[in-house]
């Protein structure tokens, strides 16, 4: 996940998320370490919603290379909506035992790019 914090640099964070319609959800959890919930993140958002999320797969054989991007506006949750914390508790096993309370991030797709484009 890429936000932009207070000063002309972005800040890029690897995210757990879920696509549920054209919304991403990527939530604040306890299950990997964290000094703090109050990230850089949530208070990039909350002050500049611009949001970029992107997902690639690399393999040596490089006719095998994907990436897709996703850009839109992020909003800062307390908690996450129902459909959400199900989609991230099916996707990702460790939620399943200890299911993120929040803080999240929901971000509304404004447009989405990737490669290769067949």
Not at 29 to 48: F, G, I, M, Q
Not at 54 to 59: F, G, K, N, Q, T
Not at 104 to 111: E, F, K
């Amino acid at each position: 996940m890429a936000t932009v914090g207070p000063g002309p640099r972005p800040h890029v964070v690897p995210v757990t998320f879920a696509v549920v319609g054209e919304r991403i959800f990527s939530a604040v959890d306890d299950v990997k370490p964290k000094t703090t919930k109050r990230l850089a993140r949530l208070a990039n958002v909350a002050s500049n919603p611009a949001v970029s999320l992107l997902a690639d797969h690399y393999e040596d054989d490089w006719s095998r290379l994907w990436w897709v991007r996703a850009d839109g506006q992020g909003e800062v949750l307390a908690t996450l909506p129902a459909l959400a914390l199900d989609a991230l508790c099916q996707k990702y096993p460790q939620y399943a035992a200890r299911p993120p309370a929040g803080p999240a991030v929901a971000v509304v797709v404004q447009r989405w790019s990737w490669w290769p484009k067949n």
